[in-house]
């Protein structure tokens, strides 16, 4: 991180930044510089490590606020960074109705600056409130509340337009929002940097107190600014419009103008040096956004993105080459010989929800039954949703021609609008659950019986075992569960049904859950979480009780979803347009042999793709229990 002490002239650096810059190769990838051993030395070497004198404020849209997949980049690394930062690594992000269950909140020391910043802060008119997120490592946050600002918006957007020219259309509610939340932010660490400097500050009613910061060895005190996407990139600007004495640093996870241009089914990455960007961000009414985003990429001192292929696409859409290149990392501990209990934990939860969902239709197998899934960002195009569900279609025609016993039942874990669960869904789990409650009470009173007879020294006669109220009640819960109906291929009634890309391709490949189907289909469109009344499962645990995970991506700057499949142990299929393939096709030499299956979507057509896909999935629900065992470990 290099610290720019002057930024009327950028060549005025840090010693400790020109020292890294000349140990560090910039021109090429920051993850390898031309060899893997070169962060190892730069980590190893204290004299160019963070100094200890020095603050890190982190922004972004997604601090103790799920939304996608910053929030897993954010939680993942807050343990690293406050066990190497302490109190000096702060989160700054939106206070939402989440942070109840997510952020425990304490005041500060009175004197220490960041205490002194919340209440000039607070003392504006804005609601701040500061606290520990709920994580491992426990990073101090601090949440500012849009709504509280919101009645300087019209003046900060007119302070935007008249420094930087972007002109924002006041239809745009969630750009309204982000300047509002983007101005409160650049405001508190300007204000943290001037408390800095400030050695004594006196209160209302007479009372003073000295700062308790010690005073770096060069004289001024080091702040970093870390910003994330376009979303919190009003902070940057704002800045480096005020000239704050603080580094910058901008990460973007996927660029605004790719997102779009690959969900309108364009050649995306054929013509990506050619695409003029202004008018492709007009055509999509994301013009003044697409500024935002090339303005902090380039106003930024240091500017990284997460994957080689996502560089690329930067250089070329927002007109920067990034200076690192960070891929994602994920904080779990790997347990191996937990692998395959937990996934038999966890399957059989996923099971019982099978039981209760496909009631009245359960003419399979549950154990040689394989849970595939999707899930993500409901870009339908973007994820590979398309393709996905042609290659079910074509995995579906494989299994009956060849006479398969196998059922594979796929879940689609899209968050889409929808009302509440749907009344079959419901149902069927209340009959299932009533099923269970009745075998319970039976199971009681045979055990009972077969004790006493025990007891007396007699075999226990089966004849006897059951009476005849048990079984009229058994009789009647499987006539309750009889229904004439296929299971429904979603879970919740989803607004306009009939235009939504999954409900319209599953009926288009007619994947409906027929009785005569090898391949079953489950369309979950919402978040998985553990106080879910039909699965019941967190998704961690959800894909720990899969077989496989299915992330086709035509876009993926990184793919957080199949490298937790990974570091779960679970086999997944990526795509080679998503960082994470990308990566794992450089670095490992077979990724197949550790359950990593790379999908080729970008050297062979989209007719071609859905057939590799199909026949990935078909040979992976032939492997034997013992082969797919050896793939989770």
Not at 36 to 53: A, C, I, M, Q, T
Not at 269 to 284: Q, T
Not at 290 to 310: M, P, Q, W
Not at 318 to 344: A, C, S, W
């Amino acid at each position: 991180i290099c610290f720019i002490r002057n930024f009327s002239e950028p060549s005025i650096l840090d010693k400790d930044c020109i020292r890294l810059r000349a140990g560090l190769k910039m021109d090429t990838s920051g993850y390898r510089m031309e060899s893997g051993e070169d962060l190892v030395k730069f980590k190893e070497n204290r004299s160019l490590r963070f100094p200890e004198h020095a603050w890190c404020f982190e922004s972004s849209w997604e601090v103790a606020n799920k939304q996608g997949g910053i929030y897993t980049v954010l939680r993942s690394k807050a343990m690293v960074s406050t066990s190497e930062l302490g109190s000096k690594y702060v989160m700054l992000g939106p206070l939402k109705p989440s942070h109840v269950h997510e952020v425990e909140e304490f005041e500060p020391t009175r004197c220490s600056p960041l205490s002194r910043a919340v209440e000039t802060m607070r003392n504006r008119g804005f609601r701040v409130i500061i606290g520990n997120w709920l994580i491992e490592g426990n990073p101090t946050v601090v949440l500012f509340d849009v709504g509280s600002g919101s009645w300087r918006m019209n003046e900060w957007k007119q302070e935007l337009y008249e420094n930087t020219h972007i002109g924002v259309p006041h239809t745009d509610i969630e750009c309204n929002d982000t300047i509002i939340l983007g101005f409160m932010m650049a405001q508190f660490i300007a204000d943290f940097r001037h408390q800095l400097t400030v050695s004594t500050v006196c209160y209302p009613f007479g009372s003073c107190c000295a700062s308790n910061t010690s005073p770096s060895p060069s004289g001024s005190p080091l702040v970093v600014a870390h910003i994330h996407e376009w979303m919190a990139g009003i902070t940057l600007i704002m800045l480096r419009m005020w000239k704050v004495d603080v580094a910058t640093v901008f990460t973007t996870h996927a660029t605004m103008l790719g997102r779009h241009l690959c969900a309108g089914a364009l050649d995306f990455y054929n013509y990506l040096p050619s695409f003029n960007v202004d008018v492709e961000a007009g055509k999509r009414k994301i013009y003044h956004r697409y500024c935002i985003e090339r303005a902090a990429a380039n106003l930024a001192h240091v500017f990284t993105t997460v994957s080689d292929i996502t560089g690329e696409e930067a250089e070329y859409l927002i007109k920067r080459k990034p200076d690192f290149i960070t891929p994602n990392g994920l904080n779990v501990k790997r347990m191996y010989h937990e692998f395959q209990n937990l996934h038999q934990v966890y399957k059989e939860k996923i099971q019982r929800f099978v039981n209760g969902h496909f009631y009245g239709h359960i003419d399979f197998n549950l154990d040689k039954t394989l849970f595939f899934f999707i899930a993500g960002r409901y870009e339908f195009g973007n994820k590979g949703g398309d393709i996905f569900i042609e290659a079910l279609a074509r995995l579906n025609h494989y299994l009956k021609s060849c006479g398969s016993d196998v059922t594979v039942i796929a879940f689609l874990i899209f968050p889409a609008p929808n009302t509440s669960f749907n009344v079959d869904s419901l149902k069927g789990h209340a009959i299932t659950k009533s099923l269970q409650e009745t075998i319970s009470e039976i199971q009681q009173k045979v055990g009972a019986k077969m004790y006493e007879s025990c007891s007396r020294g007699e075999v226990p006669s089966p004849e006897g075992l059951l009476d005849t109220d048990d079984k009229v009640k058994l009789k009647r819960c499987i006539r309750a569960a009889q229904r004439n109906s296929w299971p429904p291929i979603t879970t919740h009634n989803v607004l306009n049904a009939d235009k939504d890309p999954v409900i319209n391709s599953l009926n288009r490949c007619n994947l409906l859950n027929s009785p005569d189907d090898r391949v079953k289909v489950v369309f979950h469109p919402d978040f998985l979480n553990s106080d879910n009344p039909l699965l019941g499962l967190s998704y961690e645990e959800f894909i720990r009780g899969c077989h496989l995970g299915c992330f086709p991506s035509y876009y993926e700057p990184w793919g957080y979803t199949p490298a937790e499949c990974t570091i779960m142990g679970i086999p997944s299929i990526t795509s080679n347009l998503s960082g994470f393939g990308c990566f794992m096709q450089e670095h490992v030499s077979d990724p197949q042999s550790y359950g990593i299956y790379i999908l080729d979507r970008k050297f062979i057509s989209v007719e071609e793709s859905v057939r590799q896909l199909a026949q990935m999935m078909f040979d992976f629900s032939q492997l034997s229990r013992k082969q797919r065992i050896l793939q989770r470990n």
